[in-house]
């Protein structure tokens, strides 16, 4: 369970890693944001970045849970931490498809 | 229950396959009892360690459908999903033959995280008196059971992807030396198992934590070296 | 690399993590928000133009961002690409700074 979100989490960290030279690409030319941002109204794009909220979400609740282990005194909580993560990658999903 | 049971056993070395077996079966039966029987009436060529057959000397561990663990204590019960049993050597160790794997790696891990024990008294001296209620003593005493059976060391993804990663078992007795008050290797360990090959390679899987057959959680002992590592080398120590 | 060295990595991997995690959680609240009714780079601007808070969280988030995210790909390419040695940790040190520098200036570029 934990191996699978520890690839998880490796590869959310991957596509963010990917990403975010091009996002301040975009923003660092922010005359064309407007260009930029009518391209992404596609509901193509629109799914991408959908995705790209998860990704994050997981990372951050994926990385919050190793910080955790490393850091807390260790209790069998430890064991439910999984559930935790996912939950919130869920979470931030369906608030930011709500708020679209 | 089904009077026999299908069991695939891998034969030979690296480059081996599985052969099949047909194995009666019994109330109680466990994983090494299945073993047992290939080796004594069907086939006595086949291959394998034990001797304690009660889970204390650590030498029975094999990947059982897919999973380390110790084979005289896990029921057929437990693992006969799917009509289906297939017993393979331990990963991330070279096999010498049949379920045998080659533990020299795992054991010279051990002594590289300097896994000895280095006091400073002397027979002449009186007893060390280590309070049973300390800090230190719990932390200890949470990780000191371990039969070295290696379950942990070839559940460990880390060891299979990084071959000088020293692995949960090895990092888990340093964890339990560098918390023992009367062990005087200090940052001489700390240096011994910090960096890419040590505790920091370790991504805090839990794989290792979830199998061992102990119930210990090598995870959390790795996670105390990182910290006092960390701690050693911005004290400037390390 | 050396043992230390690889030590003083994971510190910097895990206080920049901290770091990440308050920014992180700021960042999607602020998207969460920002899209409501659409997003369009006026909207945008106007939150951030002349706004010295969003300027010096940015750069700290950006910063943080560019010690973090190159540590992480250094595993993963000793782990799933065998790759490791000098040659790998130049390359991550051009990447952290490629992070850095587009980065800034994207953060520049909204504030200016
Ligand atoms: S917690 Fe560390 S030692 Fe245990 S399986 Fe994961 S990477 Fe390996
Ligand atoms: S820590 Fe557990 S799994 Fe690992 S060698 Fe010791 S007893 Fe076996
Ligand atoms: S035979 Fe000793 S632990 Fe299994």
């Given amino acids: 369970m934990s191996r699978w979100l520890a690839l998880a989490h490796r590869l959310s960290g991957l596509a963010l890693a990917l990403f975010l030279p091009v996002h301040f690409w975009v923003l660092g030319r922010a005359l064309e944001l407007d260009a930029f941002l009518a391209w992404t109204e596609q509901p193509l794009v629109k799914f991408a970045e959908w995705g790209l909220v998860v990704l994050l979400a997981l990372h951050l609740a994926g990385g919050l849970r190793v910080l955790m282990l490393e850091f807390l005194p260790w209790r069998d909580w430890a064991k439910g931490l999984a559930a935790g993560v996912a939950g919130f990658a869920l979470a931030a999903g369906l608030a930011f498809a709500l708020a679209l | 229950m089904s009077a026999t049971l299908n ?27 299945v073993v047992t029987h290939i080796q004594r009436a069907l086939d006595p060529t086949l291959a394998y360690r034990y001797a304690c057959r009660v889970g204390m000397c650590g030498s029975c561990a094999m990947t059982v459908n897919g999973a380390p663990r110790w084979t005289c204590r896990t029921h057929v019960d437990k693992v006969y999903k799917n009509r289906k049993l297939e017993i393979a050597p331990l990963r991330n160790l070279p096999v ?17 995280a300097r896994g ?26 949470a990780a000191i059971e371990c039969i070295g059976c290696g379950v942990c060391y070839s559940a460990c993804d880390v060891v299979a992807a990084i071959p000088e990663y020293l692995g949960p078992a090895a990092l888990n007795r340093a964890w339990t030396l560098a918390k023992d008050e009367r062990d005087t290797l200090g940052v001489d360990r700390l240096r011994a198992v910090a960096g890419d090959a040590g505790c920091h390679a370790c991504h805090t899987h839990m794989s290792c934590t979830e199998r061992c057959p102990k119930g210990l959680s090598p995870t959390a002992g790795i996670s105390g070296l990182k910290r006092a590592v960390a701690g050693a080398a911005l004290r400037g120590e390390l | ?65 560019a010690v973090h995210a190159p540590i992480g790909l250094r595993s993963v390419l000793a782990e799933w690409l065998g790759w490791r040695g000098r040659g790998r940790d130049a390359a991550l040190v051009a990447f952290a700074l490629i992070l850095a520098g587009l980065g800034m200036r994207a953060v520049l570029g909204v504030y200016a």
């Avoid at chain 3, 043992?3 to 910097?12: F, H, K, S, V």
């Fill in chain 2, 116 to 141: 000895q024990f280095r006091g400073a008294r002397t027979k002449a001296d009186d007893f060390a008196r280590v309070a049973p209620g300390s800090e230190a003593r719990k932390l200890v005493d």
């Fill in chain 3, 1 to 65: 690399m050396n043992p230390r060295g690889e030590t003083y990595l994971w510190i910097a991997q895990r206080a920049s993590a901290a770091v990440l995690g308050l920014c992180v959680l700021v960042h999607l609240a602020t998207i969460i928000y920002a899209v409501q009714g659409g997003l369009t780079g006026a909207e945008i601007l106007a939150r951030t133009r002349g706004n010295a808070g969003w300027l010096a969280f940015y750069a700290i988030f950006v910063a943080a961002v």
């Fill in chain 2, 7 to 33: 069991v695939s056993v891998w034969r030979g070395g690296a480059d081996g396959a599985y052969r099949d077996y047909e194995v009666p079966r019994h109330e109680s039966q466990t994983v090494l009892d």
């Fill in chain 2, 96 to 112: 010498i033959r049949d379920l045998v794997a080659d533990m020299r790696e795992f054991f010279d891990k051990w002594a590289r």
